[in-house]
């Protein structure tokens, strides 16, 4: 639970002010250990919908649910039962009119979107949602010794960062990988070839961080285009990949339209590339792709709400890799994103802040010391990064929904 100490406050306030919490998070993330630690602090009943005991539980859901009206149910991959939306409205609704409001039920799921559609229909103003991603730096600093480059390495699945050494962690994550080919994906009701989809997470791999050519990779594939932008959503959903979309202004540019793909977790790309060491990764073309998109997720992880999120690239070669639009005065800050120790921004990115005239810029590196490049550009480490925008994200209220 020490690992996951941000997300702990988020989850128990929450539940104070909402009759159901939806923790949503891919698999192996570390769903059920929160919720369990979580429950040990109120009266609690966990069921576990994977478990053809607790499905049977819950043959006639109101009868058995009903029981419990004076506890906490924590119901694990609500996917399983969709059909208990519908029923969970009727109880939390009889509980209002019995003076009970808030903290009856905790629902984990490792999907998003589908989870989302179903929850929100069946549950407008009843529910509140709360995203679990990966470990991130700002936990695990104070528990391992450099832990940006292992964190970077492994990725943020606590099974894989706190493996023994780098061979086990990276058979932690293939195995992770075959599970969701052959057994899970399968489980959300699509039907695609595992050595396919294998094969399409393979191409994402390799081009981590670049624009989305969903023709190229049908070609590839011997698939229609239609197809790959189906996986490609597919994946999207699962908390797997994220699309991250261009920003668009009327400066008289050319701009790309098209999304750039990253792979959510930075320990899946190299093991998917079946990049073992860090020095194997060090040498790999895919290395600054990765740190870019290990980055993003970190930051993505602690922007105050509600702020939008892009980059920007013109047809000239003017190019800012994040670009975050901030709520209220903090205003457009714009992030170059280098893999070394040198944080020099390239030509494209002076171009690309004079076009947009962000409020501040920063050059995000590999390294720790903060110092200004020019009078309006700066250098900084990702964990100070990380640890500026928390403050803001602490002072202007938390965030539930950016890091889905």
């Known amino acids: 639970m020490l690992l996951r100490r941000e ?12 009759a159901v919490v939806a923790l949503i998070g891919p698999r192996q993330v570390g769903k059920t250990t929160l919720a369990l630690e979580i429950g040990k602090t109120y009266p609690s009943i966990y069921l576990d919908l994977e478990s053809s005991t607790d499905r049977d539980k819950l043959t006639d859901p109101e009868l058995f649910l009903s029981q419990y ?30 003076g009970r409001k808030t903290g009856q039920f ?8 589908s989870l989302l559609r179903q929850s929100s229909e069946s549950l407008a103003g009843r529910i509140e949602y709360v995203g679990l991603g990966a470990l991130h730096l700002l936990e695990v600093d104070h528990v391992v010794k450099n832990a940006l480059h292992a964190l970077w390495l492994r990725g943020g699945f606590p099974d894989s960062f706190l493996a023994q050494n780098d061979q086990d962690s ?5 195995n992770f990988i075959r599970t969701y080919l052959e057994r899970d994906i399968p489980q959300f009701g699509f039907r695609i070839p595992a050595a396919t989809l294998e094969r399409f997470w393979t191409m994402l791999a390799h ?12 070609q590839s594939l011997a698939v229609s285009t239609p197809t790959t932008t189906k996986y490609v959503d597919l994946l999207a959903d699962l908390l797997l990949v994220r ?13 790309v339209k098209s999304p750039k793909v990253y792979i959510r977790d930075s320990g899946l790309v190299h093991a998917l590339l079946g990049l073992e060491s860090y020095s194997d990764l060090a040498g790999h073309p895919v290395v600054g792709g990765s740190f870019e998109g290990f980055v993003i997720e970190h930051i993505m992880a602690v922007l105050p709400y509600p702020t939008q999120a892009s980059f920007y690239r013109s047809r000239g070669g003017a190019e800012i890799d994040l670009l975050l639009e901030l709520p209220k005065q903090l205003g457009t800050w714009a992030i170059e994103i280098k893999s070394g120790l040198k944080a020099r921004p390239d030509r494209g990115f002076y171009h690309a802040i004079a076009d947009i ?18 009078a309006d550009i700066e250098a900084i480490g990702l964990q100070e990064l990380c640890a500026t925008l928390q403050e803001y994200d602490y002072k202007e209220g938390l965030s539930l929904s950016t890091s889905l």
Request: aromatic share 8%.
């Open 106 to 113: 905790l629902i984990l799921g490792s999907a998003s979107m």
């Open 243 to 255: 699309r991250l979309q261009p920003f668009h202004t009327n400066i008289g540019k050319r701009q």
């Open 207 to 218: 081009t981590q961080g670049n624009l989305f050519n969903a023709s190229r990779l049908a």
């Open 69 to 98: 009206q004076d506890r906490l149910v924590i119901l694990d991959e609500i996917h399983r039962m969709p059909d208990l939306f519908q029923t969970l409205r009727g109880l939390i609704d009889r509980s209002r009119r019995t």
């Open 7 to 18: 997300v702990y406050p988020k989850l128990q306030k929450a539940l104070a002010r909402q």
């Open 357 to 374: 005239r962000p409020t501040r810029s920063f050059v995000v590196y590999a390294g720790e010391e903060r110092y200004k490049i020019r």
């Open 170 to 174: 990276l058979v932690f994550r293939k």
